[in-house]
C-alpha cells in the first residue's frame, strides 16, 4: 500500500500536484528523522552507522507500540482498544489479501494465505516485544558463558542492547519473507507460462519497493545519521572544521549517489511499464537500457572520486584530526561498474534485436 | 538501396486497384504502400510468386536494379 503511494511521485513533473505532496512527504520524513532520538548520541563521528540503521529499521514498529503502550496504560477501556488495534494490525495483510482476492475475482491461494497469516503474526509479535521488552531475556547458558573473560568485548557491548537486535533480526527476518514470497509468485508464473509482460509486472512491483526503501532512506536516514554526525562533532576535543568539511564531504557525495540511484530506479521504471504494455522492441527502450548504463558509471566514477578525496584530506590533515575519527575506506566499485558494464550489453542486445524486428516487419 | 520495385507501373498497366491487389495477394493495403513506396527491407517468394501470377509479369518487371552511384551522376548531369 505504501509503494502505491510513493507510485503517484514518479510522474512529479507530469503533474504539479504530484510534486508538491513529494515535496511535502520529503519534509515530513526530514523533520522525523531529525526528531527521531538515536541511541548513540554519545558516540563521536561515523562510529555509530550500525546501531542507526537498526533503530531507522524498527522506527515504524517503535511508533505503533509507543502508541499503544500509552493507550493500554491510560485507562481500561485504552487497554481494550489497544489489544483490537493490534489485533487489527495483525489481521491487516490477511484482510486486504481477501479483500483484493473479492475485488478482483481471484481463487485463493493457500500459499498467499499462509503467508498473510505468518506477516501479520510477526508483525504482531515484533509490536508485541517492544510494547513489552522485558519479555525477551537471554537463555541462562549464555548468561553462563559472557560470564568468562574470553568473550570479546565487542559482543559483550552488542548483548547489551541485545533486546533491540533481537527485534531487528525479526524485521529482517520478516523483510526476508516478503521478498521471498515476490520471487515465488515470480516463479510460479514462469513456470505456467513464460511471459515476460507478466513478470514485468512483479518486476514493477520489485522496483516500488526499492524506490520507497530508497526514498525513506535520502529524506529520513540520511538527515538523521547527518545529526548524529554533528552531535559527534561537539564532542570532538579538537579538529572540529576538518571533521565538518570530512562530513560534508561524506553527505554530498551519499546524497549524490542516492539521487543517482533514484534515477535508475525511475528509468527502469519507464522501461517496465512498457514491458508491461508489451512494448518489448523499441527506439525508447535501448535509449533506457544505455541512460541507466551511463547513470551506474557516473555512480562508480563518483563512488572513486568520493574515496579519493576523502582519503587525500584526512592525509593531508591527519595531524589536525582525532585519531579515532581517522577513517580511510578504500574499495573498489565493482558493483556499478559490473552493472554499467551489463545493462550496456543489453542495449547492445535490444538494438540488435529491434534492428531484427524492423527488418522482419518490413519483409512483405 | 539499389534494388527498386517498379510496382506503380504494372499496376496501372493492369488496372488494378491496390485494395483489390492487396486482397488477391494476401496482405494488408499497408504493407502494399511501404512495397510501393519502396520502403521495404525484404520481399518473400510466396509474395512475389503471387504478385507475378496476378499481374501476368516477370520478377524481373518488378523488381530493377539501378546503381546508386550511376543515379547520383545522371541527376548531376541534368
Redesign the interface.
Known sequence: MLTKIFYHFYDYKKKPINLISCILLAIVLVILGLFNNYSTNESTFSRSERAIIIDITLYPFILISKLLKSLALASSTGNLIAIIILGLICALPLISYVSRCIITRKHFSLGSFTFNIILGAMIGIIIYYLINPSLISLPKELVEILKYEYVDDLIKKALDDFRKIFLWVLVIVLIQIIILYIIYNLININKNNLNLFKAAKYFLMFQRICYTILFIIAFFSLPGMFKNDLIGLINAEFGILHIFVLIIIKYSFLYLMTFLMLKVLRTIHDLLVNFTNEILFSVENVIILKKCSRLFLINAIASFTFQIIWNIYQFINKSNIPIEDLKFIVGFPYASLFLTLLFYLLALVMHQSYEIY??NS??? | MSIYVNLDEIIKKNNITSKELAELIG?TEA??S??RSN??????FS?LNKLCKILQCEPGDILKYIDDNEEGEESEDE
Open positions: 524492423t527488418e518490413l519483409t512483405i | 496482405i504493407n502494399l511501404i512495397l520502403k521495404a527491407k525484404a520481399i518473400r509474395t
